[in-house]
């Protein structure tokens, strides 16, 4: 769920799993990941209104949940001074499609209570398990769907997993895009 444009899906890809469906709200982030991967199936839906009856039953959902009302990306003020993101620098995000960025940790809980996932992996910002109010609740729901769930939070910044063929993520100050 919220597969945006696609890292996380060429990096599963990449390992050899086998990806069975990208969803995402905005199409243009459905195109790019689609450009990547033609084989694939995509689904471009307001995942909030979404009936996951529909979704097709798999042992692993991977959701990267709506980060940025609790990060500093939302604007949100990091006492170590974390620059602003501008979701726009790649171009204009219409306003029904950034409404539809909402998507929340509350769908994961919705698909898992229909398909009973194996292994349910939330990707998101250290905030969210830190500062979101609902964060414990959110957990023992996961765990009441599918007892046995076995809870690993894990921090890490994509900058620092690398090794022999996987060269470090790029930061947004060595990037640039044309």
Not at 136 to 157: A, D
Not at 160 to 174: I, L, T, W
Request: glycine letters at 8%.
């Amino acid at each position: 769920l919220f597969c945006g444009a696609g890292g996380d899906f060429t990096g599963f890809v990449n390992a050899g799993i086998d990806v069975v469906l990208g969803a995402n709200h905005w199409q243009r982030a459905i195109d790019t990941v689609a450009a990547n991967h033609p084989k694939a199936d995509f689904l471009c839906a307001d995942i909030n209104h979404y009936d996951m009856r529909h979704l097709p039953h798999t042992d692993l959902l991977w959701a990267s949940v709506i980060c940025t009302e609790l990060s500093p990306a939302g604007g949100r003020k990091k006492h170590r001074g974390q620059g602003y993101l501008d979701f726009e620098e790649m171009g204009h995000v219409p306003a029904a499609g950034w409404e539809r960025t909402r998507a929340c940790a509350l769908d994961v809980v919705r698909a898992t209570e229909i398909h009973r996932y194996k292994a349910v992996v939330a990707e998101n910002v250290v905030e969210f398990a830190r500062d979101w109010e609902l964060y414990e609740w959110w957990i023992e729901g996961m765990c009441k769907l599918r007892p046995g769930y076995h809870v690993q939070v894990v921090n890490v910044s994509a900058a620092h997993v690398y090794g022999e063929g996987n060269p470090p993520a790029p930061d947004r100050k060595s990037t640039r895009l044309n």
